[in-house]
């Protein structure tokens, strides 16, 4: 079993940045890919970006290329979404999400999911 709490959501201005956390527990979270997906209000989640288990390989969407980046710090069980160049569409409830599988952008195949934050940014 493996249990997320994400963290760092709030209120930000077009441009600024965040750094959103996802703390996990259990060891296996180590040998799990992670993934962070994002929902806005009368849309469907949806991927955001993704690394493999050992950090290795990092996968984005294109709306966050070049602004995003997912990290992870396995000695801390965390993994991290830093955004940058923030956008208004970016505003969403962030989750993060572990898969045992093959690191993939389908949030079907995720196993674990954290409750969420909330992160708007204004214009």
């Known amino acids: 079993q493996v249990q997320l709490v994400e963290s760092g959501g709030g209120s930000v201005q077009a441009g600024g940045s965040l750094i959103l956390s996802c703390a996990a527990s259990?060891?296996?979270?180590?040998?799990?890919?992670m993934g962070w997906f994002r929902q806005a209000p009368g849309k469907e989640r949806e991927f955001v970006a993704a690394?493999?288990?050992?950090?290795?390989?990092?996968y984005y969407a294109d709306s966050v290329k070049g602004r995003f980046t997912i990290s992870r710090d396995t000695a801390k069980n965390t993994g991290y979404l830093q955004m940058n160049s923030t956008k208004p569409e970016d505003t969403a409830v962030y989750y993060c999400a572990t898969t045992n599988r093959v690191v993939t952008v389908q949030a079907r195949q995720y196993d674990y999911w954290g409750q969420g934050t909330q992160v708007t940014v204004s214009s």
């Open positions: 259990g060891r296996t979270f180590r040998s799990y890919a």
């Open positions: 690394i493999t288990w050992n950090g290795g390989r990092t």
